[in-house]
């Protein structure tokens, strides 16, 4: 009887799967902060910083109409989620490279050495969302019921960012250059998103039908609903919904087709 209340619990493969993900999360989260003295100040401070060059160039030297007004809200609304697409994408590249000796000499799923990179991302980005929270109230902005919708904006980029994370992870292995390729890639999708302007800016030039299949531009306008319902657009939110699930389950099949020859060449 002793022996029997003394063991584990039987837990399922979804149970350890969760809480092994959770644990090397709360690892690289801990790793990440504990060598830095300003700790959560420089997970903001690149988008605050980035924010301000922008805010400045359009809103102070060229005066352009691009946006909504606040623009610093408009802005940020969009740029907090592209830093966490960007440095999970930027990570992946260096996923099963770096943790080359404990992927080979453990079972855990592989699938885990991505979900975790876009899980720890995700968790930054949350945190970085006072700072949206602050500009919000300083200028003014006016917060619309819009808002539920940013659940589903988290729940549409996790999906994309662990398929597209899925399918570079592996690769880079037999492609080293990939790694640079992406970087390359994640600067020109920078530009080609609804960052440091909106959809609706995109009618001028007959463009918003093709940005709608940058799956982004529909997450990011659930994002930028909560403070300018009028940047919602539906038709790329779809759109994008649908490619990002497309991306994701080519991501699981390059992963199955490729674990064991990443197993090799690692």
């Given at each position: 009887?002793?022996?029997?209340?003394?063991?584990?619990?039987?837990?399922?493969?979804?149970?350890?799967?969760?809480?092994?993900?959770?644990?090397?999360?709360?690892?690289?989260?801990?790793?990440?902060?504990?060598?830095?003295?300003?700790?959560?100040?420089?997970?903001?401070?690149?988008?605050?910083?980035?924010?301000?060059?922008?805010?400045?160039?359009?809103?102070?030297?060229?005066?352009?109409?691009?946006?909504?007004?606040?623009?610093?809200?408009?802005?940020l609304s969009a740029l907090l989620p592209w830093m966490w697409f960007n440095g999970?994408?930027?990570?992946?590249?260096?996923?099963?490279?770096?943790?080359?000796?404990?992927?080979?000499?453990?079972?855990?799923?592989?699938?885990?050495?991505?979900?975790?990179?876009?899980?720890?991302?995700?968790?930054?980005?949350?945190?970085?969302?006072?700072?949206?929270?602050?500009?919000?109230?300083?200028?003014?902005?006016?917060?619309?019921?819009?808002?539920?919708?940013?659940?589903?904006?988290?729940?549409?980029?996790?999906?994309?960012?662990?398929?597209?994370?899925?399918?570079?992870?592996?690769?880079?292995?037999?492609?080293?250059?990939?790694?640079?390729?992406?970087?390359?890639?994640?600067?020109?999708?920078?530009y080609a998103s609804p960052i440091i302007y909106g959809i609706p800016d995109l009618?001028?030039?007959?463009?918003?039908?093709?940005?709608?299949?940058?799956?982004?531009?529909?997450?990011?306008?659930?994002?930028?609903?909560?403070?300018?319902?009028e940047q919602l657009d539906w038709y790329a939110v779809i759109i994008g919904a649908?490619?990002?699930?497309?991306?994701?389950?080519?991501?699981?099949?390059?992963?199955?087709?490729?674990?064991?020859?990443?197993?090799?060449?690692?």
């Amino acid at each position: 009887m002793a022996n029997t209340a003394l063991e584990r619990p039987a837990w399922s493969p979804l149970t350890r799967y969760r809480r092994t993900l959770w644990l090397l999360t709360m690892r690289d989260l801990r790793v990440r902060y504990s060598t830095s003295a300003l700790g959560y100040v420089w997970s903001v401070l690149d988008p605050l910083v980035m924010a301000g060059i922008y805010w400045f160039v359009f809103t102070q030297v060229f005066d352009k109409a691009v946006g909504e007004q606040p623009y610093i809200v408009f802005l940020l609304s969009a740029l907090l989620p592209w830093m966490w697409f960007n440095g999970a994408v930027s990570d992946a590249t260096r996923a099963y490279l770096r943790e080359a000796k404990l992927i080979r000499s453990t079972k855990i799923p592989r699938t885990i050495w991505v979900a975790r990179l876009v899980l720890s991302k995700g968790i930054e980005f949350i945190a970085s969302l006072p700072v949206l929270a602050f500009f919000a109230i300083a200028s003014g902005a006016v917060l619309h019921w819009e808002a539920i919708y940013f659940v589903l904006g988290v729940l549409l980029q996790a999906v994309l960012t662990i398929g597209v994370g899925l399918i570079v992870a592996p690769l880079v292995v037999f492609f080293r250059d990939l790694e640079r390729a992406t970087k390359l890639a994640l600067r020109f999708l920078f530009y080609a998103s609804p960052i440091i302007y909106g959809i609706p800016d995109l009618e001028k030039l007959g463009l918003d039908g093709l940005a709608a299949f940058n799956p982004l531009a529909g997450i990011f306008s659930l994002y930028r609903a909560a403070f300018f319902p009028e940047q919602l657009d539906w038709y790329a939110v779809i759109i994008g919904a649908l490619m990002s699930l497309i991306l994701v389950a080519v991501g699981v099949l390059v992963f199955t087709r490729t674990e064991r020859a990443v197993l090799k060449e690692i």
